[in-house]
Structure formats: structure tokens, C-alpha cells
Nanobody
Framework: QVQLVETGGGLVQAGDSLRLSCAASGRTFSILNMGWFRQAPGKERELVAT????????YYGDSVKIRFTISRDNAKNTVYLQMNSLKAEDTAIYYC????????????WGQGTQVTVSS
């Protein structure tokens, strides 16, 4: 079992930056492939970014490319999402997710952290 706890959300203005953190426990973090998702009110959950267990490969959704950066620190069992040039449309609950394999569904989810961007 894996426990994920997101922190770092908050209320910011358009153009600001924010860094989310997701601390993992319960299983060897270095084997986990990690992802960030978000869900805005009335919308479906959206994939934001993913990173492989080694940290070598990353993927970004089209709406956040260039502005967001996913990274991880396996020594700290933590994955990060650096969000720059935030827009009002980035407002959502952001969730951290993990899976032990490179393919397949994400198995473990955090409780989410709210990010609100005022325009």
C-alpha cells in the first residue's frame, strides 16, 4: 500500500508561480511511476504530467507544456510540480498518483490540494 500526501496548494494571482509537493510512504518510492492530475469543477479529471520511476522520462499535457515542470527526489520520497505563469484555467484540485508499473492504471491516489488562480 502507498500513501500519498499533497501539499503546496493555495490562492495565487494569474502569472504567479506555485510548487506542489507529494510525499509518498509505504513502499519503495524509487520503483513508483508518478503522475499529477487535476480536476476543475464540472470537468473531467485531466492528466497534467507524469514522470518515470527513474526520473529520466517525463510527459506533459498540452495545456501545461513549457509552464509546468515535474520532478522527483527519490531520497526524499517526494515528487514535485513546479507551476509557472499560472492562468485562471489552471484552477483545480490537483492530485498526485502512483503506480508500480510503467503501463496500466494509476493505483494509488492522494487526497488532493486546491489551487486557485485569480485573474
Amino acid at each position: 500500500q502507498v500513501q500519498l500526501v499533497e501539499t503546496g496548494g493555495g490562492l495565487v494571482q494569474a502569472g504567479d508561480s506555485l510548487r506542489l509537493s507529494c510525499a509518498a510512504s509505504g513502499r519503495t518510492f524509487s520503483i513508483l511511476n508518478m503522475g499529477w492530475f487535476r480536476q476543475a469543477p464540472g470537468k473531467e479529471r485531466e492528466l497534467v504530467a507524469t514522470i518515470t520511476n527513474s526520473g529520466i522520462s517525463t510527459y506533459y499535457g498540452d495545456s501545461v507544456k513549457i509552464r509546468f515542470t515535474i520532478s522527483r527526489d527519490n531520497a526524499k520520497n517526494t515528487v514535485y510540480l513546479q507551476m509557472n505563469s499560472l492562468k485562471a484555467e489552471d484552477t483545480a484540485i490537483y492530485y498526485c498518483a502512483a503506480k508500480p508499473t510503467a503501463t496500466g492504471q494509476y493505483r494509488y491516489w492522494g487526497q488532493g490540494t486546491q489551487v486557485t488562480v485569480s485573474s
